[in-house]
């Protein structure tokens, strides 16, 4: 990617994984996500077709950021954007705030839940020790502390913010 990112994270005792890896300055899945980065650079330029890069369930932005920095290189004129989907507000949050300390433009942050159907909200269980492991099975984190999320499909959300995709 060329430059060293600004992260922001939970504190280490509040989240042992991914934050843990962005605080000692390594990029979550560096491998995977430079795989898609040089992917989307060798798509054709003279191509009018919008290119969106979707981090559904983005987390902290351990792909967003570096996704969003490895395109903010002009590809084609304006038509590559990164849009990340997370329903937690506290990873939302830090997410913003790392994208603001990057000065990233090219990236829209949607507070959302995915699922089937649109359901109004939902209880995440938010895991204490995995800040990412947040789940609408309680038993599937280590713990019982939960947030609300707002449930909503991938085809409403496309109807929905369509021009914002294109026009980010």
Known sequence: MGRRATMHTYPADKDKYISRTLQ??????????????????????????????????????????????????????????????????????????SLEANSINNTVVLPFALGQHASGSLSLFLDETNRGGASSVSHATNSSMTVEATVTTLDWLYSKYSPVMRNV
Not at 26 to 39: E, P, R, S, T
Not at 54 to 82: E, F, Y
């Open 24 to 97: 000692q300055g390594y990029w979550y899945d560096h491998g995977a996500w430079m795989q898609f980065c040089n992917l989307y650079r060798r798509l054709d330029p003279e191509s009018n077709s919008p290119l969106v890069f979707l981090d559904i369930g983005a987390n902290l932005g351990g792909w967003t950021v570096p996704m969003s920095l490895c395109l903010s290189r002009p590809i084609a004129k304006d038509i590559v954007k990164v849009i990340a989907i997370e329903p937690v507000p506290e990873n939302v949050a830090l997410l913003e705030m």
